[in-house]
């Protein structure tokens, strides 16, 4: 994808900031697994990194208050999927008060490895790129595999999204700190830092810091998207490949966001859960910026915090405009995969009009994990989901290329999105 397309140009150059707000509602559903359990009663007091939501399930994770206040309502809310999400909406009191018994466990270096994984689950930290995968569980090697290769991801190569790249600038040694945890803890010593060469500062500053951290390289990426996606920066970087219907760890390697990482750094250094994250918000706003919000700040209010619309808005994308999810309101939560925000206005968002398939195989050739788009639309319409599955389906990354290259307009990626939920269902069921 060409710079003048990828636009980053209006937030890349713009340092974090923060801002809080006068009611959070956080979701207790923000990672792949079962939804968390609420723990705290309407009318409680909270403090900031208590935990209110308990972890259910293998993939569980515990849910902590972002900020101090009251419990005004548990209640279920419309989020970005098909269905409501119990969430927790607490009152802020400003007073920013944290909860007792939170500890730190020293340096990185130093800390019982085997401590880590039991760290990162308790600070409820998952995948902050937005897969939202619980963390711990990829600490937690299976029995016969092992792991020689630890990847942070700083490609960020979805459109409009800067939130990583300032991470990388104004905070490496979180990003290092936490690299170096997850080293120590899988007992790796090779940990690679991907970066694509759009990011020249970011990359300067990460071999600064890193340049006496063991083991620790720097690998600048060509730009190119989708790159980003696990198991295409798995390849651009060691060679290997991730076996069809198979995961990183079948060839050695994990691979982490690099914001997941600093989240682990928090945690294992000072015992602080993961209340907070950068998203950038962009497109048709004032101010596009890259702001640090607390877990459950409304849609409307982390638009207020850049000035507000820049015109009339049409339509609001959690996430770039590659891979992104159509924000029903804008009450919805930002949440622990909420990496960017982009509003556009009615010409941007226009929807195009669907033509009959030209038979030009561009889709084909465009699909990095080398599925047949065509064949595959051809079974979601039918809902042969036997056939659309059998084909690989599952194994489609969502990255939108294939719509992306359509002459013909075809609706490729959303009707693959649809039919995966499908299929995750019936096997849920």
């Known amino acids: 994808m060409r710079q003048a397309e990828s636009g980053k140009e209006a937030t890349k150059s713009i340092p974090i900031r923060e801002a809080v707000f006068e009611e959070v509602a956080i979701p207790m559903a923000m990672h792949?697994?079962?939804?968390?359990?609420?723990c705290?009663?309407?009318?409680?007091?909270?403090k900031m990194g208590q935990m209110i939501g308990e972890p259910v399930g293998a993939l569980g994770l515990p849910v902590h208050a972002s900020v101090s206040g009251t419990v005004t309502a548990i209640e279920n809310r419309i989020q970005l999927g098909a269905n409501r999400?119990?969430?927790?909406?607490?009152?802020?009191?400003?007073?920013?008060?944290?909860?007792?018994?939170?500890?730190?466990?020293g340096d990185v270096e130093t800390v019982d490895p085997t401590l880590i994984p039991g760290i990162v689950k308790n600070a409820g930290i998952c995948g902050m790129g937005g897969a939202s995968f619980p963390t711990h569980v990829k600490l937690s090697i299976p029995e016969g595999k092992h792991c020689d290769t630890v990847i942070l991801n700083g490609a960020e190569c979805e459109t409009h999204l800067t939130s990583d790249h300032r991470l990388m600038l104004e905070e490496p040694e979180r990003v290092i700190n936490g690299l170096r945890a997850v080293m120590r803890a899988l007992n790796v010593s090779r940990g690679i830092i991907a970066v694509e060469d759009n990011k020249p500062d970011a990359i300067a500053r990460l071999r600064e810091v890193a340049k006496e951290r063991e083991g620790i390289e720097i690998a600048v990426l060509k730009t190119k998207y989708p790159q980003g996606s696990e198991k295409q920066i798995i390849q651009s970087i060691t060679g290997r490949e991730v076996p069809q219907r198979g995961l990183p760890i079948d060839i050695n390697v994990i691979v982490l966001n690099v914001g997941t990482s600093a989240a682990i750094a928090d945690a294992v250094i000072s015992g602080r859960p993961m209340i907070d994250r950068i998203t950038t918000v962009t497109g048709r706003v004032n101010k596009p910026s890259n702001m640090r919000f607390r877990i459950g700040t409304l849609l409307r209010d982390a638009i207020f915090a850049c000035d507000g619309f820049d015109g009339e808005p049409t339509k609001i994308i959690?996430?770039?405009?590659?891979?992104?999810?159509?924000?029903?309101?804008?009450?919805?939560?930002?949440?622990?995969?909420?990496g960017g925000v982009v509003v556009l206005n009615r010409k941007e968002a226009e929807a195009f009009t669907e033509s009959p398939c030209i038979r030009c195989g561009r889709c084909v050739a465009t699909c990095p994990v080398g599925l047949n788009p065509?064949?595959?639309?051809?079974?979601?319409?039918?809902?042969?989901?036997?056939?659309?599955?059998?084909?690989?389906?599952?194994?489609?990354?969502?990255?939108?290329?294939?719509?992306?290259?359509?002459?013909?307009?075809?609706?490729?990626?959303?009707?693959?999105?649809?039919?995966?939920?499908?299929?995750?269902?019936?096997?849920?069921?």
Request: charged share 25%; hydrophobic share 35%; with cysteine.
């Open 32 to 38: 792949l697994g079962a939804p968390s359990k609420p």
């Open 40 to 46: 705290v009663a309407v009318g409680d007091h909270v």
């Open 85 to 105: 999400v119990q969430c927790v909406v607490i009152k802020n009191d400003f007073l920013d008060e944290w909860v007792e018994g939170l500890e730190g466990h």
């Open 318 to 338: 959690m996430g770039g405009t590659m891979t992104g999810a159509c924000a029903p309101n804008e009450e919805i939560s930002i949440v622990k995969g909420s």
């Open 374 to 429: 065509y064949l595959l639309k051809r079974y979601c319409e039918a809902g042969d989901l036997k056939n659309a599955e059998s084909s690989n389906i599952m194994d489609c990354i969502l990255c939108g290329c294939c719509t992306f290259t359509c002459p013909a307009r075809r609706f490729l990626t959303a009707i693959f999105k649809i039919t995966k939920e499908k299929i995750a269902q019936s096997k849920k069921r």
